[in-house]
């Protein structure tokens, strides 16, 4: 089956720490997208990259870097720069044009 | 500036009647629309889209309209079930570009 698969669902970390949030697709998808949830604030863009080895930033991408050196995959790392960082991330891939989002399951963040 | 707006982020519905989720935009450009359902600690999952080109698209239960004058589009579920309670996000694309710009979502509660 093809799909987005988001890794870990839970992930706990300390303050001061860095993490990395994995996400793969294997729908042949070029653009690739990290969206941020939190309570009342709907789907904020945080990096977007439309093909292997390029990316862009989004809306809030302070605290935030990613990497895109395959297709299949677009990794986020929540830096310790970053805030506020406890939210909930969900990534999302986007094939022709037409099409809309294919969404992962998401990944919990909390720090503590 | 926020680009998408639900506004009513909450309704709740008896099952059987009709849920009306409204979605008003402020870029004219925008020639696609979506909705996506999403259950907590789930991602969202697409429901029905419709181009700039019609006022009108229906998928079983789900119809979406769309008023380009008013820059408005509109999703009504009839007849409401209990598995529709979820939070139902408007969003919306530029032809060229590979972004989409969501709302903050709307509750969905259908009470049995």
């Known amino acids: 089956d093809g799909g987005i698969t988001q890794s870990p669902?839970?992930?706990?970390?300390?303050?001061?720490?860095?993490v990395t949030l994995s996400c793969e697709q294997n729908l042949n998808h070029d653009a690739m997208y990290w969206y941020r949830q939190d309570p009342g604030q709907g789907l904020r863009l945080i990096y977007y990259s439309q093909i292997v080895n390029d990316f862009q930033k989004g809306?809030?991408?302070?605290?935030?870097?990613?990497s895109r050196e395959k297709k299949e995959s677009f990794p986020l790392t929540v830096t310790s720069a970053q805030k506020n960082p406890t939210a909930f991330y969900l990534c999302a891939s986007r094939g022709t044009?037409?099409?809309?989002?294919?969404?992962?399951?998401?990944?919990?963040?909390?720090v503590v | 500036d926020q680009q998408v707006k639900q506004n009513s982020p909450s309704l709740s519905v008896q099952e059987g009647r009709i849920s009306i989720l409204n979605c008003d935009y402020t870029n004219s450009m925008f020639?696609?629309?979506?909705?996506?359902?999403?259950?907590?600690?789930?991602?969202?999952?697409?429901?029905?889209?419709?181009s700039s080109i019609k006022d009108k698209n229906e998928d079983g239960r789900f119809t979406v309209f769309l008023n380009k004058s008013a820059k408005?589009?509109?999703?009504?579920?009839?007849?409401?079930?209990?598995?529709?309670?979820?939070?139902y996000f408007c969003a919306a694309s530029l032809y060229g570009n590979n972004?989409?710009?969501?709302?903050k979502g709307n509750q969905v509660v259908v009470i049995p």
Do not use: C, M
């Not at chain 1, 809306?59 to 990613?66: L, N, W």
């Open chain 1, 9 to 18: 669902k839970y992930l706990f970390r300390k303050e001061g720490q860095n």
């Open chain 1, 59 to 66: 809306d809030i991408a302070e605290g935030y870097s990613v």
């Open chain 1, 97 to 110: 044009q037409g099409d809309g989002y294919t969404f992962g399951s998401g990944t919990r963040l909390t």
């Open chain 2, 31 to 50: 020639d696609y629309f979506l909705w996506y359902k999403k259950y907590p600690a789930e991602g969202p999952t697409f429901l029905i889209s419709i």
């Open chain 2, 72 to 87: 408005h589009l509109s999703l009504h579920i009839v007849p409401s079930q209990p598995g529709d309670s979820a939070v």
């Open chain 2, 99 to 103: 972004r989409l710009a969501f709302g």
